[in-house]
């Protein structure tokens, strides 16, 4: 029995119905199956037919850039496209698309407004054209501006003509200057001189010096603007000449049932474009809390220019896949011996190729079993209002990431908030800002600007330095997670300096130094240092150290110290290293305990008074003590 071959999926507008066989009374009407297929293939057929015989309606539109999404290494960029859309099929070409867009990761999208209309334009599919275009030297606008470059050396030529002119005319003057002034003079004149007429002839050389003059600046200025003009549209036709003259189009293809407005939205993704996190953290001067200025330093050479733009910042990298890499097995044998194989034969490589083709059998094995294939086709979207991803028109070309970077895209299409979650944050600024294409400068722009919550404390190292650095405990009490970045420093309105912004979540605590403060000082000394015989009998060698350092508080206030030094830690249960004799006890900071001290490290939590200053500056004491056996020798102890 001879079946139908038409295509029951072939795409048809939204406005035709498939005809459908009706009848009266279908309990009374007897027809062998294969007649009722032949029914409806004939039915399909026709409907199919219907579609492809409507005509096609091409419009081309470069749209504007509205949205942009930047990336820490990328872009996302949205056109809009607004067009009056008769009925019937619409092919709309989105032109002039940047170098380096991709065309597998276009996603094209239909905006219906607060109230879907059934009746609206719906979205077929969206495809990637790439077109070889006029070079640039017979293009039009290669010729106008060959033209000008011509004009311009003409008018340069000139220009230094009329100054060889010049030259020559100054020459002349001084000449005639020269025989005025020798036939006024007591020995060159002669008994018919005319004094009255020497005198205005170096009158009319003074008039014509000053022309000469005027009109030199004059040409000079002329050379100097020509020469500039000259050099700006070299570089421009440098710059032209070698730029790819392809031509890069989104074609969007739009099903209108009726006479519609069409508002569309294209998304490409581009790279050249970057932005990183810059922070500016100001202490009071009186101590009392600290501000943080969350800034973007934007930067972009995609070569579009982004004009009075909505900008969002996200910390995602579409860049990267979406998830981790597979675990590779490994295999172990027994190692079998290479040997050379006689030219022309291929069985000496025992232990080479054959096992690494075993090797790889096996693990293509493991990936396809862990990693169901997946076809690649054109793009399209079918008839609903919703997005759709274009092809490159190569199967294959595109990575195994186009789907994760193209589901980045879809979230993009929608309408974007500040908001954290899960492993990204986006920041969508609350104004618009133009970006030019220029990667040789960044623009700086506010993220945000909150007030952490903020304890200060001196920290204080003698062993390395006798200056005290203030020291700022933060919290970030913001919703925004802080990206590692530079942050300039500012105590009050004096800047301290730069240091190096970690990554903080929300909630988490980091620290901040605002420099040396000159009013806090705190010295070290080796009060005594002893060794001599120890133990039972004097069978060890015991040496005996007494620290002091003192904490000098010009500040006029109580301040909170963290005194840091150390003692040695010994490594062989021949040697016994002791503390004894602390002033003040050593911290209770639970990290401390569990980190630090362990390794040596001595830390205080002191509180200086205000009265601790010069002859009473606040001591902090404390002995270490090193016992060995005679027989052996030890390494070095530093001080």
């Avoid at 504007?64 to 009925?87: E, F, G, K």
């Avoid at 407005?261 to 600290?290: E, H, N, Q």
């Avoid at 934007?298 to 733009?309: N, S």
Wanted: charged fraction near 25%.
């Amino acid at each position: 029995m001879a079946l139908c071959t038409c295509d029951p999926v072939a795409p048809y507008p939204a406005h035709r119905r498939i005809p459908v066989l009706v009848f009266d009374r279908p309990a009374t009407i007897r027809r062998p199956a294969s007649s009722l297929l032949l029914l409806a293939c004939a039915a399909l057929t026709a409907a199919t037919a219907s579609a492809q015989d409507l005509p096609t309606q091409t419009i081309s539109d470069a749209g504007t850039i509205d949205r942009v999404v930047i990336y820490p290494t990328s872009a996302a960029v949205t056109r809009v496209i607004h067009q009056d859309l008769a009925q019937g099929l619409w092919i709309v070409r989105v032109t002039n698309l940047p170098a380096g867009v991709n065309g597998a990761q276009l996603q094209a999208k239909v905006r219906s407004g607060d109230a879907p209309n059934p009746s609206g334009p719906r979205l077929l599919g969206v495809e990637f054209e790439e077109t070889p275009g006029i070079e640039f030297a017979g293009s039009k606008e290669g010729i106008d501006l060959a033209e000008r470059l011509k004009e311009a050396r003409r008018r340069l030529e000139f220009t230094k003509q009329d100054q060889a002119q010049l030259a020559t005319r100054s020459a002349h003057i001084d000449q005639v200057s020269a025989r005025i002034t020798a036939n006024a003079t007591a020995d060159g004149g002669t008994a018919k001189a005319d004094p009255a007429k020497a005198i205005e002839g170096l009158a009319w050389v003074n008039a014509e010096k000053m022309r000469v003059i005027e009109m030199s600046r004059t040409l000079a200025q002329r050379e100097d603007a020509v020469t500039k003009e000259i050099a700006v549209l070299e570089q421009t036709m440098a710059q032209q000449g070698s730029a790819g003259r392809t031509q890069r189009t989104a074609v969007v293809k739009i099903a209108a049932p009726q006479a519609t407005p069409l508002d569309l939205d294209l998304t490409y993704m581009v790279p050249k474009a970057s932005w990183a996190p810059a922070y500016s953290i100001r202490a009071a001067g009186d101590r009392s809390g600290a501000t943080i200025e969350y800034d973007a330093m934007i930067a972009q050479r995609t070569g579009e220019e982004w004009k009075d733009v909505r900008v969002s910042l996200s910390t995602a990298d579409p860049v990267r896949a979406a998830q981790p890499s597979e675990v590779e097995p490994v295999y172990v044998d027994i190692e079998q011996p290479m040997y050379a194989g006689v030219p022309g034969d291929s069985s000496g490589m025992v232990g080479g190729m054959e096992m690494g083709e075993e090797k790889y059998k096996d693990q293509a094995k493991f990936r396809r079993a862990g990693k169901p294939g997946r076809s690649r086709g054109p793009g399209g979207g079918g008839m609903g209002t919703g997005g759709a991803y274009g092809s490159a028109g190569e199967p294959g070309a595109a990575d195994d990431n186009d789907g994760e970077q193209g589901a980045v895209l879809e979230q993009l299409a929608r309408a974007a908030s500040v908001s954290e979650a899960g492993i990204a944050a986006s920041f969508e600024l609350p104004r618009r800002i133009s970006v030019p294409s220029d990667g040789t400068r960044s623009q700086r722009t506010r993220i945000a600007s909150f007030e952490p919550d903020a304890k200060f404390v001196y920290a204080a190292q003698p062993l390395v330095t006798d200056s005290v650095f203030l020291r700022g405990d933060l919290t970030n009490a913001s919703a925004f997670q802080l990206l590692p970045g530079t942050a300039q420093v500012f105590m009050g309105g004096d800047f301290i300096g730069e240091t190096a912004m970690p990554s903080v979540a929300p909630k988490s605590d980091f620290k901040v130094f605002f420099g040396p403060d000159r009013a806090v000082r705190a010295t070290r000394e080796v009060m005594s240092k002893v060794t001599g015989a120890a133990g039972l009998f004097g069978g060890s060698i015991a040496t005996t150290w007494n620290y002091r350092i003192k904490l000098d508080n010009g500040t006029g206030r109580d301040i909170a110290v963290e005194l840091l030094d150390r003692r040695a830690v010994s490594r062989n249960e021949k040697v016994e290293i002791k503390i004894a004799d602390l002033s003040s006890p050593l911290s209770k900071d639970a990290l401390y305990a569990a980190g630090p001290q362990k390794t040596g490290i001595l830390r205080w939590d002191i509180s200086v008074p205000a009265s601790a200053r010069g002859p009473a500056a606040l001591p902090v004491t404390w002995t270490v003590q090193a016992t060995r056996a005679k027989d052996i020798e030890i390494t070095a102890l530093p001080d």
